[in-house]
């Protein structure tokens, strides 16, 4: 089978074969219709089809194939363009380049240098593919690795039970020996082995790569090893068999079902005189920037001028006769440690690609400019229910918020005996065609990527921050749910679902609506122009209806508490954003009831319409479910709220909501947060999922205490919203004719796009976490530790390991461990007053505490303490910089100021970094002149540092977690 | 292993085939002088012989006589060469009995067997080569070996098996894709009535596709009644010219 690439002035066949029969990726590429790619089955067109010759070899035949149906294609077109064959089989150039005229037959190399000969990207890539694939022929065969079994063999074995397939999981803190393979389980042996099997070393590992989907095998009993729980300083800190845990199933890889490749970052050692020049110059040991991923092979010509690069590679082998993985560049990033940089290895290791909207995008777009204003269309009004004069509309939204997708509006009808409740979203879908070019963007980007310091739209900005946003006072499309509730028991009468047309009138914000709540002075900018006597008659009316609002949702909030949802905290912070994309403050979550207001009209709306689409489509609905959690994640939680008296119930959610509620400490209100952490820490994650594929029971979103939930109202920053819109208007459509319509998305098709949604959702909030992590790094980078006393902070253990503690500071919302034992085996005791010092020792631990022992002290670490960290930055040349915390005293810090909001420590972190990259621009504006601000100012800021890295901090807070996989959810924040 | 993809992106079947694609169907009727029908039919690379004897006194037993119609004796067989592997295949296996079984019921259902009362007739099918869909063939091979022996019927028994793949029905599957893990619907049909003379499925398959599987099964049944029309029309054009009517 060959494959029909279209580019705009030449058509040219490859023959792709094995490659077509094997590799995912290509075919994903040649479906994205953006490509202009279109594969064209020769072998089954009559014309183009010849059949092999006896004694043929396989690749002579298909290159014959391909230059037939490269043939006849030229005719097809009736010679009006030439066509060009690539191949790299010198034989088969020699044989077709001169037999027919219009089909020029030539290498990969000619094609390059004759047809683009600028593309210098293209021409290095060719340069390090063809390198590789030339080394790969001269290479030597004694084995480093066991050779993979044959696939039927694998197959057999499976399908009997003696070997096990599952996905690789390789440990992040000890990445060089353990490894967990995380089963598919159908097997029945599950139950009785566990879901999960260690594979320690890396000879057991047998060159599988962390996500390949492998199969291994059971290794005897007595060959079982545990699992190292102590924390291990970098990668000095070998620990020998005493402090592993209890052992667990342990096995080999002996056969890799697909790999999971995807692009890795990694960075080229500097060089280290001539020993590494030693073998072949050419050929390189990059660190990727992944922990979990080995040391990549990289073969290049340009060793020299990428020294200290973060570049992205591909791997293209492992032979079991190597100990590395071979591998290509494909991209140089940029120099490491400069923010770009690490902003794009963040995005890049996240599989988030990003490329600014393309013409034929925003020429989909309707225009808006002061030109050509966008109007509303007259045929439109007719379609929709007009709420323009008829209802009160204002949005409540975060402060600068451009994308405004949801408003609200309450009104009493009846004579006061009914109110009416809406919801009005913004029409994404009457703007986004299904399978126009934007859509098929905005799916593959499926959310909008908030990192700390910028954003990634999902949608161009013309739809997300202009004519899709419900701004105040214009006139925008909505796709609204109106309740109609009893006015005191807030039963719901009736529920009309439907487009309208609205405009909102107040576009308030979060600070502004809690204020005009408490009955406070506060001036709306929309009244600012209004004579005081109507001023004050509009403001009771937006103030009685903010009222009416926060009232119902109180009652709604006390229903579903009843049903058992769920309160958890989650270390959110979001940045704020000015017009140049600058960051203004990091602003927490401060808890104002009208957040809670609003969330909780969004929640209802989205179960409502949860409803009507599953109702309409039972089998091809696209809903989120939240999943119970397993029991016994929540032994961590169980054992530190032991430790402090409490008892939490974790057999249902209500139970559980129940006794977090009552387990508060006076004296201390971070212990109720930390255990709220820890419970989220345990929570399962919330997914998108098609009705079709699951049973009723499994519908259930445990956060939310909902037996059907969707995400509905922000379709300007998630795809999946799009989809249930798309959805609730087809159900709208079916209801009217009186026939169950087709849904617009088989289940199969549907169940894929979640699958995808969830996926791309998860890299979101790991490079949203990442970014964060990052620009905790940089502020105290600059800091002396020693000196600054903004390096020291407040922190509270919450947990206890082998040689050391987990803590959180709150102040900055770090996470991370402390250790009490260093490489040299001292211990950490402190004096009366105090003061810590180092001597030599042993550490004890206990299940609620941890004590060390010195010659002259003994010092006891209980959970929950709180005591002194000092946080300096970690760095590492290869991977990401983390924070590291030092224990300098076991009282709890009290700065010489009054005691802060904890809040505030975070938006001066990022005020912070900001202020020294606006210090730096303006010594830049001095020189040059003025070009994209941010970039150029992070860059110059960046550039004083020593290189830098930060995955580092990645594992300090995954040591947190019971289970890697297990990615907290915040889902009583969703809305 | 990620088994065979069945339906490629571009809806091409292994074989090339799109889903509602009938493999091409060729048969021959009157093939064998001495019996009183006979008919060989190729669809794709499974490959079948039918002979019809009969009707004729009951033979063997005499106690199966029905008084008020013929009983229908069908054996089926499967060359010792029909497969990959060479075995040997005796009658009275399971799978055989079974499916002569099933060709007895197809064929009770569609000849008028009560114009022959106290008689037998005998339908031999073997199958030569065997490529997916044995069933379907043998009845096809059969209906046009009854037809040549000049047995009346009340309309052409057309068989095809249909699969379920990607939420697609594949229409006449072939071994590969019969082996594929397919659940697969076997279908006979009296086109002209749309009437079912029998319908087979051992898999499982959720009930909201059902219907959409026999549709797909019909259709492709229809198909196979147009081409088995041609051959017999040809047939007897032939005939008749030899005959010089």
Redesign the interface.
Known sequence: MGSVFCSNHCVFLFPFVFLFRQSNRL?NLL?EPRHDCV?F?N??QQYSFCPREKGESQEKWQTRCVYSAAVWYYNHLAGMMDIVMITDDQEAVDQYSSLSSGVYVITVRDYLQNFWPDLQAAHELYASVSQVLQEKESEGKEGEYGEHLP?EV??AGIKSGRYIQGTLNVSKHRAQTEAFVMMEGFSNKSSDIGCRVLVHGDKSRNRAVHGDVVVMELLPKSEWRGKVTALSEGQGAEKSGEDESKPLPTGRVVGI??RNWRDYVVTFPPREGPQSQSRNSQRILAVPWDYRIPKIRISTQQADALQDHRVVVRIDSWESSSLYPNGHSVRVLGRAGELETEVQTILIENSIHVPPFSDAQLREMPVNSPEKPWKVDPAQVAARRDLRESHLIFSIDPKGCEDVDDTLSVRSLAGGKTLELGVHIADVTHFVKEGSITDLEARTRATTYYLADRRYDMLPAVLSGDLCSLLGGVDRYAMSVMWELDAHTLAVNQVWYGRTIIRSSYQLHYELAQALLNGEQAEVPELARLGSERKDDRLAELTQALETLTHIARQLRAQRDQGGALELEGVEVRAQLDEEKNITALVPRQPLEVHETVAECMIYANHWVARKIQETFP?QALLRHHPPPRQEFFSQLLESARARGFTIDTITNKALANSLDRAVDPEDPLVNRLLRMMTTQAMSEALYFSTGSQSLDQFYHYGLALDRYTHFTSPIRRYADIVVHRLLTAAIAAEGEGAPGKGLA???ELEEMSRHINSKNRAAKRAQKLSTELFQCLFFKDRDPQTDLRCLADAVIYSIRDDGVLVFVSEYGVKGPVYLKNREGQVVTFGQDGSCEWQSGSVRRYPDHISTTSACNTSTFRLFNHITVRISVYSSHCHADRLNLEVISNKPYRSTEAQQPRSEGRCQLVQEVVRLAEEASQQAQEKAARGPKLSREERKFCQSKTPNLYSLLEEVRELALMDPEMIPQVCATEE | ??GLELL???G?RLD?RKATELRKVQARMGVFAQADGSAYLEQGNTKALAVVYGPHEMRGSRSRTLHDRAVINCQYSMATFSTAERKRRPHGDRKSTEMSLHLKQTFEAAVMTQLYPRSQIDIYVKILQSDGGNYSVCVNAATLAVIDAGIPMRDYVCACTVGFV??TPLADLCYAEESGGVSSLALALLPRGGQIALLQMDARLHQ?HLETLIEAAMTACKGVSKVLDQVVRQHLEEVSMLTGE
Do not use: I, V, W
């Open positions: 075919r479906k594969l089955a072998e089954f696939p694998l197959e079902l697909q089998h088989s289940n199969k | 292993m990620a490629s992106d571009q091409y090339g990607d939420e909201d």
